[in-house]
């Protein structure tokens, strides 16, 4: 609605203003005292004036509008950084409280690890203390030694080794028992 409002002013303006124009040329409306605008003599009738005018207010009209648009950019930008900036600080806060609860949970288990250790009292292996059972789950356990391997016993047509799996080979021998 506001650009058909806006269209239909602009072609009003440009309608009185050739009007302006040709109404006002001609020998009979000759500019009687002349002046002179940044050195420039300016000579001619009214309605060449008037057309100057509508050339300045026109150049007038764009520089205004391009001020106006950079404004509004820069107040957009800076609207969207302070939206931004209170999100972050919304974000900031949330992981602050959860980082104070999680620090105060820390203590309290500590707390109460500390006064059951201090009492002398053993815990059971049935009843594991807070937080025990994760740590059973993912804890290093030793892992089982293997027993020691005995020999294979040489299948049907295939030689013993010269040596054992634990002794190392002589030197000048493979493993497998051949010569380099």
Request: aromatic content about 4%.
């Amino acid at each position: 609605m506001n650009v058909i409002f806006g269209l239909i002013v602009l072609v009003a303006a440009l309608v009185a203003g050739v009007a302006g124009v040709l109404g006002n040329g001609g020998s009979g409306h000759a500019l009687t005292h002349g002046f002179a605008v940044f050195g420039y003599h300016v000579t001619g009738s009214t309605g060449t004036l008037f057309l100057y005018g509508i050339v300045v207010g026109a150049i007038a009209l764009a520089g205004l509008s391009l001020l106006l648009a950079g404004a509004r950019r820069a107040a957009r930008r800076g609207s969207a950084a302070r939206r931004g900036l209170r999100q972050s600080r919304r974000e900031t806060a949330a992981v602050s409280a959860d980082r104070d609860d999680l620090i105060g949970q820390r203590d309290a288990a500590r707390a109460h690890t500390a006064s059951a250790l201090g009492n002398g009292t053993p815990r059971s292996a049935s009843s594991p203390g807070p937080g025990e059972g994760w740590r059973r789950l993912f804890a290093r356990q030793a892992a089982p030694r293997p027993a020691p391997a005995e020999p294979p016993e040489p299948l049907a047509g295939q030689r013993a080794p010269d040596a054992t799996a634990g002794t190392p080979a002589p030197a000048g021998h493979l493993t497998n028992g051949s010569h380099p």
